[in-house]
């Protein structure tokens, strides 16, 4: 069985109008959703952060998706998503973001829930 975004993303795992500092407080606060909403374990927003390090994960057009590195797996209890709306922007390179989409997915499930994610965005 095959995950869609309304398996693995809830109402209450949005948040508009959110405010942060910087990138690692955003990331912070999906993090904290993720783990709030039972998803992963708090080391799993370390590696969100060791993620951002090596790579980042903006994806253009004010939007970014934080999530863990590969060694982490074992932190990811089940698939999720955290989504926070920022509408003053938070700096993420040289574009500010303003959506802030927080994935945790068990194995293969990401690229599904990429896709199926990519489509919302695009609207189908």
């Known amino acids: 069985m095959t995950a869609s975004v309304g398996d693995v993303l809830t109402p209450d795992a949005i948040v508009v109008g959110a405010t942060a500092s910087d990138k690692a407080d955003a990331i912070a606060r999906v993090g904290g959703m993720l783990v709030a909403h039972g998803y992963v374990t708090p080391a799993y927003v370390d590696a969100m952060r060791e993620r951002e390090a090596i790579i ?8 970014s998706l934080p999530h863990g590195t590969s060694e982490a797996q074992h932190t990811i209890l089940q698939t999720g998503l955290a989504v926070a709306q920022f509408p003053a922007g938070v700096a993420w390179g040289d574009e ?12 293969d499930e990401h690229i599904t829930v990429m896709s199926r994610l990519a489509g919302v965005l695009e609207g189908r």
């Open 56 to 63: 980042s994960t903006y994806l253009g057009n004010g939007i």
């Open 96 to 107: 500010p973001a303003r959506l802030v989409i927080g994935l945790a997915a068990k194995s």
